[in-house]
């Protein structure tokens, strides 16, 4: 009997007599905390998410448990950091890793994710949009506790020559539905696709539908019109002054307004939770074809706020009063223990948890204290707890990546802080107030007395947790070409099967 | 017969006969764009402001004329550029300037203020704070146009010895009330002073008094609690996650709000516009003892936008609606215009205005293309139109003040962007788009189209307004120990006189 099917006949029951919510997870891809109005974008072309904040709470301090997209969306569904749900990869130290086609690796079965857990407690789930768990069929949504699915197991990149490299499937559910650059089109010259609206569409659709059956449900919107190669449909493009990046956010800002509409109009909205947030910073090294993180320093792949500050709201009509800042730590994987909470469930407890639960926030504002720890790879690079953060090692990237035109902090230099090598500072960690110092400029020096009253509490905070640390099995070390999305399920109804070329691990290279 | 006396024989009837509004400016001293909730500063400290922002109408695209402070004020009070109006010096090629105590020059009487225009309408004007328009008396707010005054009319600086340098006097209309440091306490150490509750309790007397006598007034509320050195009243000392730079802005985000609730209460909201605004952008040289400009390059006494993008909201109940957004390119010299225009007043004829009448913009929300000059000291560095801002000179400071530790762009070095030596790029201005690019990192190149197509109409904006250029005469060129405040108006009631040392006049220094 699996451990779900235990947790059911003791809960199922007590949780059918509730009235429990539904869940709407709005997450963005590479969006960064500067990229909204109501967080202080200059051009304020985000009406409906300034608006969800308004009638909602927003967290200026939410993070990310990863500064890169697979392991940060995979502790959002397991609730733990990729160090534990093996989202992260040895082949290196201190190195980022994700999920490409041609990654072997994807979410264990050990993992227990999230739809998997409410499916205790009757809801049905769906994903809409970029999945990033592991593209191989078996680490799929709908084999990990997801009812339906839209959108694709890799990033939108292309378009491929489907002889070297195959173009990216989408699917609808457990069978393809097509592939990207072939029957679901981006213009890489125009930036024109369709996307968008086929995401929000899906959306709506599916929350009709589950008002229709009174069945709660929990709706993942993992969108990626922000990520590279961007995209916006024809009635988006040239509308913002941000350019094609802007007319991106726009669209994903209509469909958040669209979701929440819908919510509204359906009679729904008061018992839907509804969150918006994004997987990591954004990507300053695409310069501007990036997002903004605000006044935070460098951006995704780093362990500074630009990395994983992300830029949070949650409305809930009657429940969240409306207007609300909460300056609780929060994190991704706390949507994870929250929504468990909120289901009527309680957390397995054969395993460590990360995420803490967010309901007296939500609720009453309250605020707990915790540490959000900053991980690259196998390296925990820093801890926060409180306004103080140290970093125990520093790193942009590598010389090497940097003269190719790799930069993760543009025309942002800190002496000793944005450092070009993996600097271990375990043995004086640099000490930054996040309060005074948001941008990480302005290093405490270990002689003051502000360093010798803060840094005990925050080394207790790392000791504690690397005592209790058991790194999972890491599940992105290994590549292999035959791996990739050749003939994914599906494909022979669309003639679109390709033969694999013969299996050859290796170690797949992470310069980051 | 003067002009101003010329002007209301033909306009005092027809103001009398209107409903003329109530004018509040709130003029913030060196706090940035990003130091307020509503525009993105993370720790959410304004709530006063944010609601202020929601009952009116933000300005992300505001700014003041000048990087510093007393040419900043004289814009705001003239409506025209320092250039124009004097408040430059011709000492060094694109020096800034201002007005320490030992200043010979000041505001000269050929400028009208808009409380002397303000006056043909029947309104009171009262200056509360930093007047920085000249501390010799023939220089005075009240020999300007201002009926009364409660402050400074230079920074606070010090203390002082009264010996080589005499403390800053504090007036009470034209006579001295005492001086910093020894009647109007500023503790250094601690950062405890009463100074932002006097000018808040000010303030609130002068609308109650003129709420009851019916009379039209104008309120300058000029506080300074943000500018160094910093300070805050007992109750908000500790109360900022940002430190005392957070606890300031605290204080006064708070006297904004009693200032709109009296307005309120008295009944006088519908007929009164509000403005908050700041003189330039945060001291970012302060470190984390100066405030943020947010996503913007570098701060004060820079022509990046961190030195004069200012955080700018607006608030008229039932004139201007709520939650807004104006993408209008704004200048505080506006204000000048735009209030002389709702006083039913016009324009002095005899002169070169440079700011817009904003009234359409406020009540229909329309947008006007329009300039913004970027001058330092004599030299126009830098014009923007639309989203496009071309720079004609870059200069941070020298390095020999960079190596003293003088660092106005902390942290941030962009390539051609921030020199350390006045660069000349007018033969081949650098070309950046605001919208895509707030930060000013990426310069887009002279053979892309871009370029090609856009620089034209800034270059015809420059020539135009060159062409039309007459410099007014500089007033800060030459200093004097001599003229600073030993014996102000008022000094021997109190027993505060001291004796002048011997005239002594030379070019005033001015290193950045």
């Not at 593209?135 to 020559?161: I, V």
């Not at 790879?377 to 990237?397: C, F, I, P, Q």
């Not at 375990?426 to 000490?431: A, D, E, F, I």
Request: proline share 7%; net charge neutral; hydrophobic share 35%.
């Amino acid at each position: 009997m699996s451990y779900i099917t235990i947790v059911c006949v003791i809960l199922c029951f007590v949780v059918a007599a509730g009235n429990t919510p539904n869940f709407v997870i709005m997450l963005m891809d590479d969006m960064g905390w500067g990229d909204l109005g109501v967080f202080g974008e200059p051009n304020k072309e985000t009406p409906n998410l300034d608006k969800m904040a308004a009638d909602g709470m927003i967290f200026p301090n939410f993070y990310s448990a990863n500064a890169i997209c697979s392991p940060s969306r995979a502790a959002l569904l397991t609730g733990r950091l990729p160090i534990r749900n093996g989202f992260y990869t040895t082949n290196n130290h201190a190195r980022n890793s994700y999920t490409p086609q041609n990654i072997v690796g994807g979410i264990p079965d050990y993992e227990i994710l999230l739809p998997e857990m409410l499916k205790i407690s009757g809801y049905r789930s769906k994903i809409i949009g970029k999945w990033h768990l592991g593209q191989q069929p078996h680490y799929h949504p709908l084999k990990h506790g997801f009812d339906e699915w839209f959108g694709a197991p890799n990033c939108h990149l292309g378009p491929y020559d489907d002889k070297k490299t195959p173009n990216i499937p989408v699917y609808k559910n457990a069978n393809m539905a097509g592939r990207y650059y072939e029957d679901f089109l981006i213009d890489k010259k125009t930036g024109e696709s369709n996307l968008t609206q086929m995401y929000i569409e899906e959306a709506l659709t599916f929350i009709e539908k589950q008002a229709a059956s009174h069945q709660p449900f929990f709706l993942y919107w993992a969108v990626d019109a922000t990520h590279d190669p961007l995209y916006a449909s024809k009635q988006f493009l040239g509308t913002s002054h941000r350019g094609l990046y802007g007319d991106a956010v726009r669209e994903l800002d209509y469909g958040v307004g669209q979701i929440l509409k819908k919510l509204k109009d359906l009679d729904i909205a008061n018992n839907t939770l509804a969150v918006f947030s994004s997987d990591n910073g954004a990507a300053t090294y695409a310069k501007t074809a990036g997002g903004s993180n605000g006044p935070f320093l460098c951006g995704k792949q780093t362990t500074y706020e630009g990395g994983s500050r992300e830029p949070t709201i949650v409305k809930w009509p009657g429940k969240v009063a409306p207007g609300q800042v909460s300056h609780q730590l929060g994190s991704l994987m706390d949507l994870f223990t929250t929504l468990i909470k909120l289901a009527g469930l309680s957390l397995p407890s054969d395993r460590i948890y990360d995420g803490i639960d967010l309901t007296s926030t939500l609720f009453q504002n309250t605020i707990v204290k915790r540490p959000i720890f900053y991980y690259r790879g196998n390296e925990l690079m820093a801890v926060r707890l409180g306004d103080y953060k140290a970093h125990l090692w520093t790193w942009t990237n590598s010389l090497e990546e940097y003269h190719k035109g790799v930069d993760f902090c543009p025309g942002e230099f800190i002496v000793n802080v944005t450092t070009h090598e993996q600097v271990n500072h375990t043995s004086m960690p640099l000490l930054i107030h996040l309060g005074r110092d948001p941008g990480e400029k302005y290093i405490i020096r270990p002689h003051k007395p502000e360093y010798v009253q803060q840094m005990p509490a925050l080394m207790a905070v790392v000791a504690k947790h690397k005592a209790a640390l058991k790194p999972g099995e890491p599940q992105l070390n290994w590549c292999d070409q035959s791996v990739m999305n050749w003939s994914p399920p599906g494909c022979e109804k669309l003639n679109k099967c390709i033969d694999p070329p013969p299996s050859k691990l290796y170690k797949c290279v992470w310069p980051h």
